[in-house]
């Protein structure tokens, strides 16, 4: 595995940090996925689990789509994989599902998160609310959760290619 991710300065100003932090870990995820076949990006961790690599890209495509779109700019923005029917969507993969079609996706919706970001200040609310709670946030609060969210499902990444190929790293 390569490794070409970047940490910010580490006396950049806040915003250069919470943008860096984030894709910081928006590109140790696409690491963790980095030469493995559609075929070991669909691995699951363990049964009864249906987490893997390409489910966790997918999940975090529909996170972006939502924090970044829903949540910021108040955009009705549907969920890519998941539905309240299927709500583990983005997780049960088929053989048709793809990893080109899946990081596709993930890169297009880390793009607009980036251009709607733009738009705001660290401390202008939100637009739109939190579907189940109806809050409104600040971009840095949204910042923040993002830098959690990959953060811990990096955590999950790591296990993940550990078990399909051996390779670690941090």
């Known amino acids: ?13 806040e915003r250069t940090m919470l943008e860096g932090w984030l894709d910081f870990h928006r590109r ?8 493995l076949s559609d075929e070991q990006l669909r691995t699951a961790a363990a049964e ?3 987490l893997s690599l390409m489910g966790l ?3 975090m495509a529909d996170v972006e789509r939502s924090w970044f779109r829903r949540v910021l700019t108040g955009e009705d923005a549907q969920p890519i994989y998941w539905s309240d029917e299927n709500r583990d969507g983005e997780f049960r993969l088929t053989e048709a ?5 899946a990081h596709s996706t993930w890169q297009a919706e880390i793009e607009t ?36 969210e ?12 550990e078990r399909i190929d051996g390779a670690t790293g941090d």
Request: one cysteine or more.
């Open 57 to 59: 890209v997918r999940h």
């Open 48 to 50: 009864p689990s249906d």
């Open 150 to 161: 990959y953060a811990r499902h990096n955590g999950h990444a790591d296990l993940l290619r």
């Open 113 to 148: 998160a980036r251009r709607n970001a733009a738009r705001f200040g660290l401390d202008d609310i939100t637009e739109g609310k939190h579907r189940r709670t109806g809050e409104r946030f600040n971009l840095r609060w949204l910042y923040t959760h993002m830098i959690e």
């Open 97 to 101: 599902d793809t990893w080109q079609e």
């Open 28 to 35: 140790t995820l696409a690491w963790k996925c980095e030469g």
């Open 1 to 13: 595995m390569t490794n070409e991710r970047t940490m910010p300065a580490p006396t950049a100003d």
